[in-house]
């Protein structure tokens, strides 16, 4: 008997893992629609294997640590300084006003933000990540547009592939960006030179460039350069800002 239920569990974990080589993910209700299973089973076979993939957010995906690529993955860092995210996220979301069209950036934090904007809020939302665009669509009144170009798997971001973009083409009134670092002298930068691009981009086309990052960030820096920090017009922030760096900016929230 127990033999029997290994070997479906074994099957199951095997038609999984066949998909995700078609697909990043899978939601958890579809696989348990395919697999004809309830979603407690297919939790539970996870959590009971030893296979490459993993539940994260509701999706099923390869597990980024056996996928032996030492480039930046954004689902790696999703679980990361988590309750410094959620902090931030909660001051950054509520600066989000009725009516508002507002650019979401790729990075682990965006999705926190997202995921603490009030359901009832009427907004327009414009990504250019799946990972922020999987947390906007859940919003009931958000208006997403979702920004298409060749998909990158190294961080769920999609990079145009024309110079006339959606992004060129809309303004908005507020753009919330991450970063991976922030320096007096060298600035604001990221690991990618593909999403800084985007970046600047969008804070060519709002009124208001919001800085997102955690106190980690501060005296760190990556190799892509986004802007100064003089910028932007606000930086929220999940500790207080360090004087030096708070005297480069209007606006510091933390």
């Known amino acids: 008997m127990i033999e ?3 070997e479906k569990m074994n099957s199951r974990i095997q038609k999984l893992e066949f998909l995700l080589k078609q697909m990043d993910k899978i939601h958890l209700r579809e696989a348990a629609e395919i697999l004809k299973v309830s979603e407690m089973t297919i939790r539970r076979d996870l959590s009971s294997s030893a296979s490459s993939i993993i539940l994260l957010g509701g999706y099923i995906v390869k597990d980024p640590k ?9 689902f790696e860092h999703q679980g990361k300084n ?3 995210k959620v902090k931030l996220a909660k001051v950054a979301a509520s600066l989000i006003e009725e009516g508002d069209v507002v650019f979401f950036d790729c990075g682990s934090t965006i999705p926190f933000i997202a995921a603490e904007i009030e359901h009832h809020l009427k907004f327009t939302a414009v990504c250019c990540s799946i990972n922020a665009f999987i947390a906007l669509q859940e919003k009931p009144n958000c208006d997403v547009i979702l920004c298409g170009g060749r998909y990158s798997r190294h961080n769920a971001f999609l990079m145009p592939i024309q110079s006339r973009t959606e992004l060129e ?4 009134n507020k753009a919330f960006i991450s970063a991976a670092g922030v320096d007096l002298k060298q600035g604001v ?3 990618n030179f593909d999403e800084a691009k985007v970046k600047q981009v969008a804070m060519s086309k709002t009124q208001q460039s919001i800085l997102v990052i955690d106190h980690a960030k501060f005296h760190q820096i990556q190799q892509a350069y986004i802007a100064n920090l003089d910028a932007f017009d ?3 922030c999940d500790k207080s800002v360090p004087t030096e760096f708070a005297d480069q900016i209007i606006t510091c929230i933390a």
């Open 4 to 6: 029997l239920a290994m």
């Open 66 to 74: 056996k996928q032996n690529n030492k480039q930046y993955q954004i």
């Open 82 to 84: 988590t309750t410094e």
């Open 169 to 172: 083409i809309i303004r908005t």
């Open 189 to 191: 930068t990221c690991f």
């Open 234 to 236: 606000i930086l929220v």
